[in-house]
């Protein structure tokens, strides 16, 4: 059992702890053969890449690479020396190349020579046919004057650059991990905006040490795509009528109805004037809805009855009553006022 503990134990790595890296001491005889890797790069980039390629040049040469940079071609070039001692470097200067390259500025690009910095460049021309489409999706990425893509970047804390139909992505390895499906889910017509709430209700999530290390199923919402496709859509089924052995019966003729109603034996005068009198009790009976449609704006609206009459009487018997009373003791003053005389 106190084995078991001991190796469990083993296997749970500290919080905050970080790999001590490489150093020239654990590789003092450096590598074996020489690597090299070259990128191409558009012609726009050449005023750009001459200004900053001294200073590209000086940071590889502290990792004891070195670079070149050929206009002609339109090629950078980075390969190890002799004095090379870390095998991992060159994969590093070859994604700093790539970056270069894809319109990343070189303040952001070195970063990626840091032991926990990774790059991812995302290709998604090739996930939309249609070319409005692709820009209208790429667009969307963006965002308002790019606060779509500002708010991925604070969500991920990594560095997002949309240029032509690539994406190019620098900072963690969740980081990254989390910024590709955003990419993807766009282009795939999924607003980032899903995508952007769910990372914000995990990193509130992250920060409760009870939540940490449990599962958050529960707390992230789940959307459902609302637009159906019309081939997955049910169509309406016609219900099926019982089976009959016999043919449906004929539809009947104009003849058959005038016989029914006997008109087909009227001579053809008297057919007009049948005609012609359904006409007019047709257009009588189409006047009288007229007319009563037409009187109802000038029929008067039903007034309820109004309870100011009774206010009123009662108001003035009210007003009679004091005025009585008034009168009354002001003839009793006048008497009481003669007997003292």
Not at 3 to 13: H, I, R, S, W
Not at 261 to 267: H, S, V
Not at 270 to 281: F, L, N, S, T
Request: hydrophobic fraction near 30%.
């Amino acid at each position: 059992m106190d084995k078991k503990k001991a190796d469990e134990d083993l296997l749970v790595v500290p919080e905050g702890w970080k790999d001590p890296g490489i150093t020239k001491e654990d590789n003092p005889h450096g590598l074996l053969a020489e690597s090299s890797f070259a990128t191409l790069f558009p012609k726009y980039k050449e005023k750009y890449l001459q200004e900053c390629w001294p200073l590209v040049k000086k940071v590889l040469a502290d990792h004891n690479l070195k670079a070149e940079l050929d206009l002609v071609e339109g090629s950078m070039t980075v390969s190890t020396t002799r004095k090379t001692w870390d095998p991992y470097i060159i994969i590093k200067a070859r994604d700093l190349i790539k970056l270069l390259a894809r319109s990343v500025p070189y303040e952001q690009a070195v970063r990626v020579l840091e032991d926990e910095v990774f790059c991812d460049i995302i290709k998604i021309g090739s996930l939309v046919r249609n070319k409005d489409r692709f820009v209208k999706r790429r667009q969307r990425l963006i965002g308002p004057n790019g606060s779509t893509l500002k708010a991925v970047e604070l969500l991920t804390n990594c560095y997002v650059l949309v240029q032509g139909n690539t994406v190019s992505t620098l900072g963690s390895y969740r980081g990254i991990k989390e910024v590709r499906k955003i990419v993807i889910d766009t282009m795939k017509n999924v607003h980032p905006i899903y995508n952007i709430k769910t990372l914000m209700i995990k990193k509130e999530l992250a920060k409760d040490p009870e939540l940490k290390n449990e599962n958050w199923e529960r707390f992230l919402p789940k959307f459902k795509s609302k637009n159906i496709s019309k081939r997955k859509q049910p169509k309406n089924k016609r219900e099926k009528k019982p089976y009959t052995p016999f043919p449906p019966p004929q539809p009947e003729s104009k003849i058959d109805k005038e016989l029914e109603t006997g008109e087909y034996f009227l001579k053809e005068p008297e057919r007009k004037a049948r005609k012609q009198a359904e006409k007019r009790a047709r257009e009588h009976d189409n006047s009288e809805k007229r007319q009563k449609e037409r009187a109802k704006a000038f029929i008067p609206p039903e007034e309820k009855p109004s309870d100011t009459k009774k206010a009123k009487t009662n108001n003035t018997s009210v007003d009679v009553d004091t005025l009585k009373k008034k009168i009354k003791q002001a003839q009793k003053g006048k008497k009481a006022v003669q007997t003292k005389s």
